[in-house]
């Protein structure tokens, strides 16, 4: 209901949604752009063709456009602390939570989805790949997992956004660090650090791990292949995670009062 | 006090504007740390395949992303300086009071443009920086004037900085809604300074024209001269051309605003 009033609401302005829609839908193509230009250089990226970059970049784009989608607004969370607004918010006889993602919700924010859609689906027609019916069945598999562990990163950033308020640029590392990252094949980073993207923060089970089980390549680390089909259990355990922590930093709130 | 004074007092209140916040400061280090780790690596396996790419070698492609980390939010290529808040003072109508005071509004924003860039390069660029050093195989040039050449280049993008987004701001006068042209800006700022990607890397035509538009002057021309690729002297021109373009832009479009618009009461 509330994120149906903040579609009304910027139905209200149609040139201006838009044009913010164009705007984000052509940020994250200018990502795109970016490895098009490096592959003007280039043949191949860390082993990876071009076709298989994209296959990656839209795997991860779509994923995070969807969780952006859904609670995207949650970054905005620290401002809502620091200004006391977050109070009115408490009294209204709904989840915190929902209204917190619901709370300007924008669906300018389908252009990144079209976006990662789209390469991903170029990416599909240039692959050469031989399809089964798991690796198709794995697909809306993955955009959906996908979808739910950028979403456990938005709200445990949001949670975080307790304690810290002025920080929300440090969720910003982890949502938009988080899909920059995953736009690039794991053979491109330092072993430590598709470890700690594994294990710490389980990022590579968006598109990395899925990936390469579709492309059939070599796994990352070595994992055993049954971790391509991880996915889903990875997002449940994050989802669950990160609303504990929701609600830890819930009840740690203190209003200021003002 | 003379004019002078007053700006200088102008800029040391940005400057201590933004050192009040430090959570959010700690916050932007850590982010760009983050950013310039996925860069460094991402660049890498470029630089791999393709050794020497653009003229540069590895290390001075290392030294390129802390480079642009370091520079970020301190010429506020992304977007961020003071341009969101002078649009706010337009739609809200408060843009009347700084209209009244008795200092030119350019001059009164540039000046706290400028405090806000400093500290930004201190408190934002110099960890990202350092970090990037310690912990890469980065190439950095031995003689002091290299350094010096380096910073006034550094200047210089301040001031085209500042003329690109006071000229954004300014349009508020007419569109009263900044959001769609500000996302327009910082998509033009990211993808033509080199943040992206370094501009000696765009390819033929497209590097061509990217290389000649004021954005260039930003982050590849001070780079260019850190690593010593880029004849100073050369580079000053072109970046003080855009300089004196832009901020002469922005006082003709300031005075057709404050004779043609009426201001928002409220």
Known sequence: MIAGMWIRSTMAYRASFAMTTFGNFSATLLDFVAIMLMFSRVDTLGGWSLPEVAFLYGLSGTAFGLADLLIGSMERLGRRVRDGTLDTLLVRPAPVLAQVAADQF???RLGRVVQGLLVLGWALTRLDVTWTPVKLLLMPVMAVSGCGIFCAV???GAAFQFLAQDASEVQNAFTYGGTTLLQYPPTVFAKELVRGVTFVLPLAFVNWLPATYVLGRPYPLDLPRWTAFAPPLVAVACCALAGLAWRAGLRSYRSTGS | MSAGRLYVAVAAGGFRRY???RT???AGVFTNTVFGLILVYTYRALWDERPHLGGWDQAQVMTYVWLGQALLAALAIGGGGIENELMERIRTGDVAIDLYR???LQLWWLATDLGRAFFQLLGRGLVPFVVGALCFPVYLPRDVGTWAAFLVAVLL?????FGIRYLVALSAFWLLD????????WLAGFFCSGMLLPLNVFPGALGAVVRVLPWSSLLQAPAQILLGHGD??????FQGAWAVVLLGAGRLVQSAATRRVVVQGG
């Open chain 2, 102 to 104: 008795p200092a030119d």
């Open chain 1, 154 to 156: 938005f709200v445990a």
């Open chain 2, 232 to 237: 100073p002297l050369g580079t000053y021109v």
């Open chain 2, 157 to 161: 993008a301040m001031l085209v900085g």
């Open chain 2, 24 to 26: 959010a400061t700690a």
């Open chain 1, 106 to 108: 924008a669906l300018r």
């Open chain 2, 19 to 21: 050192a009040t916040y």
């Open chain 2, 178 to 185: 900044g959001q769609g042209v500000t996302q327009m800006s």
